[in-house]
């Protein structure tokens, strides 16, 4: 990867920029060329049939308060994109040599730069539970609208993961006066993202709001039943039957054009800190493009908004590089929940105890943040973003202790 400025030879003006992914990192990239000056074409090739939109409503309001898409700018400012769009449309063909792209309809798109945004789908860890009636994934607004309805007409509701997206559509399936049953397989819950101590706050937090968790499920099996239900075993538990389950076991990373264009690949796509992939004219944002500093696909509001803002500039020849650390919430029963860092098994865990929630900080060896999860605590994150980047030195005492006010440590 090279850290030159794009359009060696061509005035950025006189470009074809072409966004594949009409999420909310596709609209990110867009609206900040724009606004940056690029007054070249640019085209979107969306495979959803509306404008972007961003997705954490989909899990939360959505289900719950009145089903509006959550788009992500007015329609003057979607007008004023003047974008073209190729929607809806699926990219089929990358060919980075020849600089084009072939969708799904045949059509053939040069380009000069390409910008992939192509996100995730919702991965489903044994291929015949798709076909078991009452058994759905949710990623897209749709898939939204449909679970909104199933829930509707539902007393219960199986999730299948205790991630994230599980736990808060469990939520608000509670909300709704749904029953819950939660199957995991790990041993606690949202076991990837936060230690064990946060993992003890989330089981609190749901089974106080009447959700069953059952953790460490063992050979999970989902079967149709004759009557259209689904019927659930897992080793050691009895067998559960109910008309709607939903798996939210992780995500697949849409790939397939980074693979054929021939780009480093790890976890997501290489980038580095503007963006670009081994291939100077392809970038990649937000939850394909891995993280240039953590190596890993972050999955986040904050990055897929970011990381794609900074991804436009460089298509600008401008010099700003990404450098946030890890930043995402969760809202489950009215409470907040904000995660700053990422897990680190050696580090601490230093509990505080504040009137509207627990805060809880993950210590290094030389006492410096690794990660902090607050509970309804957002000042607290504010100050853990400050102490990360300027890797302060902190006391274990002071932070446990709820008369010791944080903000001296600004
Ligand atoms: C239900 C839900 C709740 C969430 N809640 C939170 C939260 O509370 N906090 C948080 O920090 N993060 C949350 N997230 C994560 C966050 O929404 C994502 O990180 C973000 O949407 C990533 O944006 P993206 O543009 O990279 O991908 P996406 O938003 O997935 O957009 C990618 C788009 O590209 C399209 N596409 C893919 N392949 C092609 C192709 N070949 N041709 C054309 N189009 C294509 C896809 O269909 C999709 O429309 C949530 C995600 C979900 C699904």
């Known amino acids: 990867m090279t850290d030159q400025p794009v359009s060696k030879n061509q005035e950025p003006n006189d470009r074809h920029i072409v966004v594949v992914g009409g999420g909310q990192a596709g609209g990110w990239v867009c609206k900040t060329l724009r606004r940056e000056g690029f007054s070249g074409q640019l085209t979107v090739v969306a495979d959803e049939d509306c404008d972007f939109y961003e997705r954490p409503p989909l899990s939360k309001a959505v289900l719950t308060g009145e089903p509006e898409l959550p788009t992500l700018f007015s329609d003057t400012d979607i007008h004023s994109l003047d974008i073209h769009w190729q929607r809806p449309r699926s990219a089929r063909t990358l060919d980075a040599d020849a600089h084009t792209l072939t969708l799904d309809d045949g059509t053939v798109i040069p380009y000069d730069q390409l910008v992939l945004a192509t996100g995730a789908r919702a991965r489903i860890p044994v291929a015949a539970w798709s076909d078991v009636p009452g058994v759905v994934t949710l990623r897209s607004w749709q898939d939204a609208v449909n679970l909104r309805e199933a829930l509707g007409n539902t007393p219960h509701l199986a999730v299948i993961g205790g991630g994230w997206i599980g ?23 949202c076991a990837r993202s936060v230690g064990e101590e946060v993992s003890a706050a989330l089981l609190d937090l749901h089974r106080n709001a009447g959700v069953q968790v059952n953790l460490g499920c063992t050979d999970l099996s989902l079967e149709p039943t004759a009557d259209g239900q ?15 389950a939903l798996v939210g076991t992780g995500v697949s990373f849409n790939l397939d054009l980074a693979r054929q264009a021939g780009l480093a690949i790890e976890q997501g796509v290489v980038v580095d800190d503007q963006g670009r992939t081994s291939n100077p004219d392809i970038f990649a944002a937000g939850d394909i493009a891995q993280h240039p500093k953590l190596n890993l696909c972050l999955q ?22 990404y450098d946030e650390p890890a930043w995402l919430w969760s809202d489950q029963y009215g409470t907040n929940i904000q995660m700053l860092g990422v897990p680190d098994t050696d580090s601490r865990c230093v509990r505080r ?8 900080f993950y210590l290094d060896t030389r006492d410096r943040l690794t990660q902090l999860v ?21 006391v274990a005492e002071d932070l446990a202790d709820p008369a010791f006010n944080l903000m001296s440590l600004r």
Not at 167 to 189: C, F, H, N
């Open 353 to 360: 105890e504040e009137a509207d929630g627990p805060v809880f």
């Open 230 to 244: 689904v019927e659930i075993m897992a080793r050691g538990l009895n067998t559960l039957t109910t008309r709607l």
């Open 300 to 321: 986040s509001w904050a990055y897929a908004q970011n990381q794609a803002i900074v991804v436009a500039r460089a298509l600008m020849g401008q010099s700003e590089h």
């Open 374 to 394: 607050a509970f309804n605590q957002a000042r607290a994150i504010k100050l853990g973003k400050r102490w990360m980047s300027s890797q302060r030195t902190l």
């Open 167 to 189: 736990l808060e559509v469990a939520a608000s399936a509670r909300k709704l006066g749904v029953e819950v049953s939660v199957y995991e397989m790990q041993d606690r819950l």
